[in-house]
């Protein structure tokens, strides 16, 4: 006999309820305004809305039958010990308010995780789609209109130019991939994501992020693989057409008056070589990228002075300017709190303990998303390598910089990565209940196709 929810399937009207449709309502209006939220709302105010969710899920409790959520459950787990991590090498290097104030982002983690989990009950493909969209609009907006009324060098909002750049590039991506799962006229919905990827790269040439141009070629990569999986010309002509046309032109529109793109590239090239061949020595420590290699060095050697749970999170400025004052690295680090590259910050604050874990949280979910984009129906491929963009993304702009040490870009890879494998979970719980309702049997079916729409084609 076949279990009781595939019978009530089979002879029962699927109706909802109105409990379980204002949760629909809530997840749909938080996927469509979370990333424009994240793109012009300052950080306290980031932290204060997962808050206000989370008190949210809480008092509302759980509205209808809950899907098989997998893989949803396996990024819980690893969120938790990410958390728990930092709150092992906190204690132990001593509590202050700079470890605290470190601790409550960590929270975020696994806060954020529990909240998009219950997404599973609701189709949220096409909002996906829609909240990238606006989130890149709204950023090349932002950037836009600073460059012509503020006259200011790096434009962003409240977040930092470097993280404003980078997400919104990951914003843009995450529309170009998607774009199968849209609901509406194809051809509108290809002119919406032609916007919002031009909009993405305006954000990210004029904010000079350098870690979003160093993760463009990986990124592309992983759009060339999701187009070979479901071909799209459309989609291809448009991403050449980015690359090699509309992508210099921007470069040399912005930099026409102001060089200042072109000089901090050649500066951090003569910079990387004059600090390589001098070891360090002749003040070479004290320019931009001297004093990034000596944070690392510093970060190093305190990993290698306590190297199970490192120096503590929150006292890394401390070992900055210790080793300043001692002459043993340059004294420009002292002006800094963190290394600016995340793996090592987790290893000099938190130990081998503190990199594992982080290490654990771009894995698992990465390998969740490449096996979604080798999957065989098309919208868990989309998801798949919208998933891939944000997470490999954040592993190459973590090489120069610490992007889980703001409240910004570390409530956008929780919340995007979440939401994007709790649809995972949901549509392949759909194809492990799929039954044979002709002989009765609890086999699943065949895998069902994504939509066959000229989206894919």
């Given at each position: 006999?076949?279990?009781?929810h595939?019978?009530?399937?089979?002879?029962?009207p699927i109706?909802r309820a109105p409990?379980?449709?204002?949760?629909a309502?809530?997840?749909l209006?938080?996927t469509?305004?979370?990333?424009?939220?994240?793109?012009?709302?300052?950080d306290?105010?980031?932290?204060?809305g997962?808050?206000?969710m989370?008190?949210?899920?809480?008092v509302?409790g759980?509205a209808?039958?809950?899907a098989p959520?997998?893989?949803?459950n396996?990024?819980?787990?690893?969120?938790?010990?990410?958390?728990?991590?930092?709150v092992?090498?906190?204690?132990?290097?001593?509590?202050?308010?700079?470890?605290v104030?470190?601790?409550?982002r960590?929270?975020?983690?696994p806060?954020?995780?529990?909240?998009?989990?219950?997404?599973?009950?609701?189709?949220?493909?096409?909002?996906i789609?829609?909240?990238?969209v606006?989130?890149?609009?709204?950023?090349?907006a932002?950037?836009?209109?600073?460059?012509?009324?503020?006259?200011v060098?790096?434009?962003?909002s409240?977040?930092?130019p470097?993280?404003?750049?980078?997400?919104?590039?990951?914003l843009?991506?995450?529309?170009?991939?998607t774009?199968?799962?849209a609901?509406?006229?194809?051809?509108?919905?290809?002119?919406?994501?032609?916007?919002?990827?031009?909009a993405?790269?305006?954000a990210a040439?004029?904010?000079?992020?350098?870690?979003?141009?160093?993760?463009?070629p990986a990124i592309?990569?992983?759009?060339?693989?999701h187009?070979?999986?479901s071909?799209?010309q459309?989609?291809?002509?448009?991403?050449?057409?980015?690359?090699?046309?509309l992508?210099?032109?921007?470069m040399?529109a912005?930099t026409a008056?102001?060089?200042?793109?072109?000089?901090?590239?050649d500066?951090?090239?003569?910079?990387t070589?004059?600090?390589?061949?001098?070891h360090?020595?002749?003040?070479?420590?004290e320019t931009?990228?001297?004093?990034?290699?000596?944070m690392?060095?510093?970060?190093?050697?305190g990993?290698r002075?306590?190297?199970?749970?490192g120096?503590?999170?929150?006292?890394?400025?401390?070992?900055?300017a210790?080793?300043?004052e001692?002459?043993?690295?340059?004294?420009?680090?002292?002006e800094?709190?963190?290394?600016h590259?995340q793996?090592?910050?987790?290893?000099?604050?938190g130990?081998i303990v503190?990199?594992?874990?982080?290490?654990a949280?771009?894995?698992?979910?990465g390998?969740?998303?490449?096996?979604?984009?080798?999957?065989?129906?098309?919208d868990?491929?989309?998801?798949?390598?919208?998933g891939l963009?944000?997470?490999?993304?954040?592993?190459?702009?973590a090489?120069?910089?610490?992007?889980f040490?703001?409240?910004?870009?570390l409530?956008?890879f929780?919340?995007a990565?979440g939401?994007?494998?709790?649809?995972?979970d949901?549509?392949?719980?759909?194809?492990?209940?799929?039954?044979?309702?002709?002989?009765?049997?609890e086999?699943?079916q065949?895998?069902?196709?994504?939509?066959?729409?000229d989206?894919?084609?």
């Open positions: 006999m076949r279990p009781y595939a019978r009530m399937a089979a002879s029962t109706t409990a379980e449709s204002r949760e309502d809530w997840y209006g938080a469509l305004g979370a990333p424009v939220l994240i793109v012009l709302a300052p306290f105010l980031l932290i204060a997962v808050i206000a989370t008190i949210f899920r809480l509302r759980r209808g039958p809950q959520k997998v893989a949803s396996d990024l819980m787990i690893v969120g938790i010990a990410f958390a728990l991590a930092g092992w090498s906190a204690v132990a290097g001593g509590l202050s308010l700079e470890s104030n470190a601790l409550a960590f929270a975020l983690v806060i954020g995780f529990s909240i998009v989990r219950g997404s599973s009950r609701v189709d949220l493909r096409p909002a789609w829609l909240g990238a606006l989130g890149a609009i709204t950023a090349g932002v950037a836009a209109s600073a460059l012509v009324f503020s006259q060098g790096r434009p962003t409240y977040m930092n470097i993280h404003f750049g980078e997400l919104a590039l990951v843009g991506f995450i529309a170009a991939l774009r199968g799962l609901i509406g006229e194809r051809r509108r919905v290809d002119r919406w994501t032609f916007v919002a990827v031009t993405s790269l305006v040439v004029l904010s000079h992020s350098r870690g979003g141009w160093v993760a463009l592309l990569v992983i759009a060339a693989v187009h070979y999986r071909p799209n459309r989609l291809l002509r448009y991403l050449t057409v980015l690359v090699l046309v992508i210099p032109v921007m040399i912005g008056n102001n060089r200042a793109a072109v000089r901090a590239f500066r951090g090239i003569s910079e070589v004059e600090y390589v061949a001098n360090g020595l002749d003040d070479t420590g931009s990228v001297g004093a990034r290699f000596e690392w060095r510093s970060s190093f050697a990993f002075n306590s190297p199970v749970l120096v503590g999170w929150g006292n890394m400025d401390e070992r900055f210790e080793d300043a001692a002459g043993v690295r340059a004294a420009r680090i002292a800094h709190e963190h290394p590259n793996y090592l910050s987790h290893l000099g604050s130990g503190g990199l594992i874990t982080l290490l949280l771009l894995i698992t979910p390998w969740i998303c490449l096996r979604s984009l080798l999957h065989r129906r098309n868990v491929r989309a998801l798949g390598g919208a963009v944000v997470i490999v993304g954040y592993s190459i702009f090489l120069t910089d610490s992007v040490e703001t409240a910004s870009p409530v956008f929780v919340l990565v939401a994007i494998i709790a649809q995972i949901r549509l392949e719980s759909e194809q492990m209940f799929a039954y044979d309702a002709a002989d009765g049997m086999q699943p065949r895998p069902v196709e994504g939509p066959r729409t989206a894919f084609r």
